[in-house]
């Protein structure tokens, strides 16, 4: 929802006749996920190999073979890493196919934060490819591209065309727990209705349509048989509409979602450009690694293979067995290697080692008797005599000690170690590297490396991309996360609370001056909390989800803090359902605040004065609940926006939280860049005002 002050802010958007038929490309090198953790914790998605080639090169090559003259790569993290590869690459030398590759740098948090940043330097002159640093493809975009700049010519409001993949209902590229719909006019291939459902087939897994598309529109396909190649290609103006809807974040469920439902008001349209017989699939997530490296591998997406040979310096052949070879490759008499591996430079096998559908980087060491099957170890990677690791990823320079055993599922990062005769169990994360948001006291944890190894576990927050942990990944089948109500966004207090300033005049409904909760206090919270959890799924009326809380905070003496800190963890926890069952973040924040809005305001009581103790309270519980969520920052935003929109939490709230030294201290501080925008937006239109006050 829009903010309620009607100025609009911001620069002309490139006219028509700025444009020419030179083609850009933004390629999004970072994902801003955690789908690859650990890995991820160390390198950038966009440097993971697949088949030994960076996942980047497949990208720039599809871009080469479509004619873009000049990229824009955003890095996001890791930007040093992704720098010094470039410069190392054929893509630099003189003889590259681009006129300009240049990295941007900026300390965004999202998609959208890039597109925002881009359009505010102004480095788009016309028709642009948006693509993600992680695509496979062997597509030839001319016909996409010829059609796209014939709608744009007729119609200035179609803006893009995204180019979608026609594989069936099933397919192994294909996320195994949600799958994107898109319902399609056929007669003019425009995109009508966005939405992601959930494959299993149980709850959520229904489009909601507005009835209003079958009566304007006489026939429409829906279509749940496309893989979306995150291949988009755009007007300038695409980056106009980023840059007015600062609450944008995601290229699909935020921008797609919003441009459609927001037709009537802005009138652009989005096309569809479906292929059915050339390769193209995102590698995001371990199912997908799994599937595109086999397709690879397999030749289904010729000839991005590895005997191509895209890399500078590597010398792959395809042998008569149907593996691929470098140089220097050393096997053991009795050694075996089937069909479908791929074995890089100075690699070793030793006697009677069995290596199957497996990919080995480059001067990997494999002693005698192991088993390798359905792997994938990066280069330098070192493995025991007898040891045996079935359905893994081994990453860059582990060692896998003699005797060892490493079961499905399990991902070892760089550099770990496993000592001898130890057993990883299966979908085990183990890194030697900390999170900046998780704390590791210890950097070698003996009962998961054995005694002599390095390396502790990683465990995931249970707010991580859940695509991540697709229980039908055959490669990375993790242990299953609780996603339920009672687990999802939850933040001990004892971790992250703040402290009431002794100093500071507060009614006594105020936080407890003590850091420590008592007995009563764990038991309100909780008892609290899963009552107005009930009653928001059940549907309740909120006077009577407020009656029954009152009585829990009489019988145990709690807090007005302790009340709104209840009602704030039941909100987000519900939002959380409410976005597994295929709501947008935005929508779902938008339907809670204002089907429950009389229970927010039951709990406020500073309307009618000057300080607002309980709407900075309000507000600080909601950021300590959010700063453990990977996209709290986004939800924050939302919320900040619906809460001011509804009237809930007055400007001058919004803006005493925002200057309260609390909500930028520690852990707090994590999600502030995200809201700064919004806050600007008050604070400038506030000036705007007492400007208008002064001159009358």
């Not at 928001?536 to 709690?558: V, Y």
């Amino acid at each position: 929802m829009a903010p309620k002050a009607s100025k609009t802010k911001g620069k002309p958007k490139p006219q028509e006749e700025l444009r020419d038929d030179s083609l850009q490309a933004v390629v999004l090198a970072d994902s801003f996920e955690s789908r690859f953790t650990p890995f991820t914790l160390e390198r950038p998605r966009c440097l993971l190999p697949l088949a030994n080639t960076p996942l980047i090169e497949y990208t720039l090559e599809f871009l080469a073979h479509a004619g873009v003259q000049d990229i824009l790569l955003s890095c996001g993290s890791y930007t040093e890493q992704v720098e010094e590869y470039i410069s190392a690459s054929k893509w630099k030398l003189s003889t590259s196919p681009f006129k300009t590759l240049v990295l941007l740098k900026s300390d965004a948090t999202s998609v959208g934060d890039v597109m925002r940043d881009i359009d505010n330097r102004g480095l788009i002159t016309g028709d642009f490819i948006l693509v993600s640093g992680d695509v496979v493809t062997n597509l030839s975009i001319e016909s996409a591209l010829a059609r796209h700049r014939q709608r744009r010519d007729k119609d200035k409001n179609a803006i893009m065309t995204m180019v979608l993949r026609e594989v069936g209902i099933s397919h192994r590229t294909k996320a195994a727990s949600r799958k994107p719909v898109f319902v399609i006019n056929p007669t003019n291939d425009r995109c009508l209705h966005y939405e992601e459902i959930h494959a299993s087939g149980k709850s959520g897994s229904y489009v909601n349509l507005d009835p209003d598309l079958l009566s304007e529109h006489a026939e429409i396909e829906v279509r749940e048989d496309l893989i979306d190649c995150y291949i988009d290609i755009c007007t300038p103006d695409v980056l106009g509409l980023w840059s007015d809807n600062f609450d944008y974040q995601s290229v699909r469920t935020s921008f797609l979602f919003g441009v459609l439902k927001d037709y009537e008001l802005n009138g652009k349209t989005i096309h569809t450009h479906v292929i059915a017989d050339q390769y193209a699939a995102r590698v995001n997530s371990f199912r997908a690694y799994d599937a595109v490296s086999r397709d690879v591998t397999e030749r289904w997406a010729y000839p991005l293979c590895p005997d191509s040979n895209r890399v500078r310096g590597q010398a792959y052949e395809y042998t008569r067995n149907r593996t691929y070879q470098e140089s220097r490759i050393s096997l053991g008499r009795t050694s075996k290697v089937t069909s479908g591996c791929v074995l890089g430079r100075d690699t070793a096998i030793g006697e009677g080692t069995t290596v199957s559908n497996s990919t080995l980087g480059r001067n990997c060491h494999v002693g005698r008797g192991a088993q390798i099957s359905d792997s994938y170890l990066w280069d330098n990677v070192t493995v025991g005599d007898g040891s045996t690791i079935n359905k893994a990823i081994i990453a860059e320079g582990a060692i896998i000690g003699k005797g060892c055993t490493v079961q499905a599922g399990a991902l070892l990062s760089y550099n770990v170690r496993i000592a001898d005769n130890t057993t990883v169990p299966a979908f085990r994360k183990i890194t030697r590297a900390k999170s900046d948001q998780q704390i590791a006291t210890k950097r070698i944890d003996t009962s998961v490396v054995g005694e002599g190894g390095e390396g502790f576990e990683y465990l995931p927050k249970s707010d991580e991309d859940s695509d991540a942990s697709d229980s039908f990944n055959p490669v990375h089948r993790e242990r299953r996360a609780s996603i339920s109500a009672s687990s999802v966004s939850t933040l001990h207090s004892e971790e992250l609370d703040y402290e009431e300033p002794e100093d500071r005049s507060r009614r006594a409904s105020a936080i407890s001056e003590t850091s420590d909760e008592s007995a009563p206090s764990k038991d309100f919270h909780a008892e609290a909390t899963a009552s107005i959890l009930d009653g928001l799924q059940k549907g309740h009326l909120p006077e009577n989800i407020s009656l029954e809380l009152q009585a829990f905070r009489m019988t145990l003496n709690a807090t007005e803090h302790e009340v709104r800190r209840a009602v704030v963890a039941a909100f987000v926890k519900r939002i959380a359902n409410l976005e597994n069952n295929s709501t947008g973040a935005r929508e779902a924040v938008a339907s809670v605040f204002t089907q429950y809005k009389t229970l927010i305001e039951r709990i406020l009581f500073d309307k009618n004065s000057e300080e607002k103790p309980d709407q900075v309270d309000f507000l600080l519980c909601m950021q300590k609940e959010l700063v453990s969520r990977e996209k709290g920052g986004s939800l924050l935003l939302f919320v900040a926006k619906e809460v001011y929109d509804l009237e809930l939490i007055e400007e001058e709230g919004i803006l005493q939280w925002w200057a309260d030294g609390r909500s930028s201290e520690g852990a707090l501080a994590k999600h502030r860049g995200v809201v700064q925008q919004f806050i600007t937006f008050l604070e400038e239109a506030d000036e705007d005002d007492e400007s208008e006050e002064d001159e009358d």
